[in-house]
């Protein structure tokens, strides 16, 4: 089968297709037909090496796992011995960066655990994008308090995780204003948000003691600057950004949590199984729309990489496998 291969970093041209022959299943695999698979942020940072703690983590001299790929959607081909809760057939979706990547191709074999029943209603192409992304929006929500008409902030609405938020906090009966840029305000108007901020804007501001629940999305705003936004007993969920703003939710946090009744929380997010059945669930409920920059076909990965360094669309890069 052929899969996506990298062997150097921020060599996005060197990235290519070659053949390759997956190991054994074992007991507690699955092994999957791959339809789509989709690129994210971590994706492109990997195959640049950047910021310096990628090469800490997996390879100081060049990537040690050279067949990239997270996110997927596919089929079942077969199942180890000691898996119960697929079936050849079955429709599924994951996120491999937690279990040794190698999504870019077009069959996998992965732990069971790191995979979940796609939501019903939804393309392969839709379900590719959703893991990482959604999967993030998921864990984010569960350590925010109920969102029913609290007055939400989504700061960085407009990427791969924002969008998605976006539509879930509204499906959850949130009263959301979004900052993003101007370009954005239409696709947002559609999808149902009433007030919308530009960061552009030279007076753009940040209310005062506006928000029940604000999510930092991105690092652009100081940890200090999202408390004077919240109301007294808010929330902030910092969701990325630098380090300096995971850090500083850490330490300002405490701060604020004791003399200022503001709490800030930090998301990790690891796609399990737990967090496929949070999307499929969430999907389901509510139709979760997909914004596409561009789909590609396997033997266009290095092009995916190249566009999305370059911003070139707006939305999710996807790979259709067999296209
Ligand atoms: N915590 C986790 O487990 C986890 C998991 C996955 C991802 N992440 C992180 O989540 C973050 C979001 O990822 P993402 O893919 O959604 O998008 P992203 O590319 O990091 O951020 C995009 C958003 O930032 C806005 N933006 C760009 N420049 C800005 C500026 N100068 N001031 C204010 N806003 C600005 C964009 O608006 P425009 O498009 O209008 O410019 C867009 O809304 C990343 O930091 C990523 O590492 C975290």
């Known amino acids: 089968m052929r899969t996506v ?186 999808l149902g948000v009433k007030e919308l901020l530009d960061y552009n804007d030279p007076n753009f501001i940040l209310p005062s003691n506006r928000f029940d629940v604000i999510f930092a999305v991105n690092g652009y705003q100081s940890i200090q600057s999202y408390a004077k936004s919240l109301v007294k007993g808010g929330y902030c969920i910092v969701i990325g950004g630098s380090g300096k703003q995971i850090f500083g939710a850490m330490t300002l946090g405490a701060f604020y949590k004791l003399f200022k009744q503001r709490t800030f929380v930090s998301v990790i997010a690891s796609t399990g199984h737990k967090t496929l059945k949070s999307i499929s669930d969430m999907a389901n409920q509510t139709k979760i729309d997909v914004q596409y920059g561009q789909i590609y076909d396997l033997s266009k990965a290095s092009k995916a990489y190249i566009d999305f360094n370059d911003h070139k669309y707006t939305g999710k890069y996807v790979l259709d496998i067999h296209k």
């Open 5 to 190: 291969v990298n062997r150097y970093y921020n060599r996005l041209n060197d990235i290519v297709v070659e053949e390759r022959t997956l190991p054994q299943l074992k007991d507690h695999e699955v092994w999957i037909q791959v339809h789509a698979a989709a690129l994210n942020k971590s994706d492109l940072m990997l195959a640049l090496g950047k910021p310096f703690m990628i090469k800490m983590m997996y390879g100081l001299k060049q990537p040690k796992k050279i067949y990239p790929g997270s996110d997927f959607a596919g089929q079942i081909l077969s199942v180890g011995s000691k898996v119960t809760q697929f079936k050849p057939g079955d429709s599924v979706f994951g996120d491999l960066s937690g279990s040794g990547f190698g999504a870019f191709a077009e069959q996998l074999i992965a732990p069971a655990s790191k995979v979940g029943l796609m939501p019903k209603g939804y393309s392969y192409l839709e379900a590719a994008t959703m893991p990482m992304a959604l999967g993030t929006v998921m864990t984010a929500i569960q350590k925010a308090p109920e969102l029913k008409q609290k007055r939400v902030l989504i700061y960085g609405g407009s990427g791969g995780v924002g969008r998605f938020l976006v539509q879930v906090a509204l499906h959850l009966g949130a009263v959301v204003t979004v900052v993003s840029s101007q370009k954005h305000f239409n696709d947002f108007k559609q």
